[in-house]
């Protein structure tokens, strides 16, 4: 047998036997997707009952406070089994998403990461239009159990919208800075679609803004993973975001619609809005070669 067809048959085995991985990732992805459903229909509120039935709670917590501590309880469980059904569809799918970023990289998504921490709601807090109904241990406490939450459901979202809906949109969809740009913002209208969901459980009002908002942070999570190459930066990004902009509305009490706070956004938004698209327009197709292991590992022809 020749050293060709040698290799031929090797080819055709290491085919077979990814066929045979990829079939029992998409396997375990659904089996973790019927648990997290289970888990949403059957089991949420496990904490709160817990809680409800241990002697001694109620002078501990009160229902406000087991409320918030079952909550978190529920959304870290539930979005981690997500995330590991959403890294499974990443490595079903064959992309890299944990690429070496250089600090040059990362300061060009300092923007984005100004827009995710200065949120009116931590606007508020700083001009004492809003405050925090604890303080001390107690607040730290909450505050590390819902940075832990914002983790997970980061992780779970990232992972699933950035690094396998955006990179399946950009690997046809990449020739030049139009392109990448078109891709960016069909998968954060995918992204921000998704949260229309929320239409079952919310007012129509809030939903909407929900909606627009993703949108914009679809947008600014995307721009991330295209310069830093890394999605672990993305997952920063969304829970920084989300951590500061619902801080207060878990834990305190107040108003951020002030004129000032509402221009200061304004403002850091359209800059921030600016500096990504033009960046976008200017990238080009080898930039983004990196998350296509094919691609990435193709040899060099003369």
Known sequence: MSHSETGAEKTAEQKADEKRKNRARLAAAAALLLM??????????????ALFASPGTAEKFSEREMRLLSDSADTILSRLLGFAAAALAVR??????????????????????????????????????SSLDYSGAKMAWYALTFAAECVAVAAFEETLFRGAVFLTVLE????DGK????????????FAAAHLLNLFTSSP?????????????????????????NISFCVALHAIFNFCGTLTE???????????IIAFTCVLGVFTAAWVISDLFRMK???TDCFYKIAAEAPETA
Request: proline residues 4%.
């Open 179 to 190: 392109r990448i740009f078109a891709s960016v913002a069909i998968s954060s209208a995918i």
């Open 92 to 129: 079903y799918l064959n992309v890299r998403v944990f690429g070496k970023c250089g600090g040059k990289a990362f300061l060009r998504t300092l923007p984005c990461f100004f827009v995710a921490l200065l949120n009116p709601p931590v606007l508020s807090l700083i001009f004492k239009n």
């Open 250 to 260: 878990k834990f305190g009490r107040g108003a951020w619609d002030t004129p000032a």
């Open 172 to 175: 046809n969809r990449r020739g």
């Open 205 to 229: 009002g809030a939903v909407l803004l929900q909606t627009g908002y993703s949108f914009l942070l679809g947008g600014m999570c995307a721009y991330t993973l295209l310069r830093t190459k």
């Open 36 to 49: 997290l459903a289970a888990y949403e229909m059957f089991f949420e509120g496990w904490l709160y009952s």
């Open 285 to 287: 197709k080898e930039s």
